[in-house]
């Protein structure tokens, strides 16, 4: 039995949204698996923020966004929270938009030295599973989760230094051509601060909007010897890219003023 998808899924933007398409087919894709093995009720999946960095290649940032706005959109619903013992989170997909997140108020607690699951565990949502095989499912779970992150783990750290690599280059050079600067994208400190940036969430069209931004306010101005890399892309980033440019006309500015005189 496969899961219905959500209808607010089918209003998100094919081309703004497309980080959020992806997010969603590996969340079905993970809940149709446990449909099909039956390790939990059916439209539950098992969770780890390891676990979808390794698959889909975002950053831990962008994760954690997606898992947060689906929950708002109400399209998932938390119902074990991962701890630092046990790292896997378990999720609802709500395919029903009338449905009713509240879960089942009658809960048992377990401490670390029964089952290493301090969190609450809502019992109607497992009924049938029970506190050994919930266990050792989780168990198992991050165990798949760390040989796929042991077995691809060089693979996956030479993808990310080749994506950092690569925006380095891409961003440096929009900022040179743009501020009539000549740093070089191999600088440590320039490509730390752009990593930083990156491992936010944080996308190329971000650092150039910035650039944009701060650009047209600072250039031929007093402010222009802090057109910098290490002034732009610093923990200000966030609000840089959230000012506004002011944009005048140029035909304005070029207009040629007819002045008439009365004789």
């Known amino acids: 039995m496969y899961s219905k998808l959500n209808i607010r899924v089918l209003r998100f933007n094919p081309i703004k949204d497309v980080d959020k398409i992806i997010f969603n087919h590996y969340l079905m ?37 997606l898992i947060k706005s689906f929950v708002e959109l109400g399209i998932i619903s938390r119902v074990v929270k991962g701890n630092k013992t046990n ?23 377990k401490n670390d030295n029964d089952t290493n699951l301090s969190e609450v565990l809502y019992i109607s949502d497992f009924k049938d599973l029970g506190d050994k095989d919930f266990k050792d499912y989780i168990d198992s779970d991050i165990n798949n989760d760390n040989k796929c ?49 990156v491992n936010e969430g944080f996308e190329l069209e971000d650092f150039k909007k910035v650039i944009d931004i701060k650009s047209k306010q600072w250039m031929y101005s007093d402010m222009q010897k802090y057109l910098r890399p290490e002034t732009l892309f610093s923990n200000k980033f966030e609000g840089y890219l959230n000012e506004e440019i002011l944009n005048y006309s ?3 500015s070029d207009e040629e003023w007819e002045i008439e005189f009365d004789y």
């Open 29 to 65: 894709r993970r809940v149709n698996a446990n449909n099909i093995y039956k390790k939990l009720e059916a439209g539950y999946f098992t969770f780890t923020i390891s676990g979808a960095v390794s698959e889909l290649g975002f950053s831990k940032g962008k994760v954690q966004r």
């Open 149 to 197: 992150v042991t077995k691809e783990g060089n693979l996956e750290k030479d993808n990310i230094n080749k994506k950092i690599n690569n925006i380095c280059i891409d961003v440096i050079a929009y900022f040179n051509k743009t501020c009539k600067k000549n740093f070089k994208p191999t600088t440590n400190k320039t490509k730390s601060l752009i990593k930083a940036r």
């Open 87 to 109: 790292k896997c989170s378990i999720y609802k997909y709500i395919t029903d938009s009338r449905h009713d997140t509240k879960v089942d108020t009658k809960i048992i607690t």
């Open 250 to 252: 140029k035909e304005e």
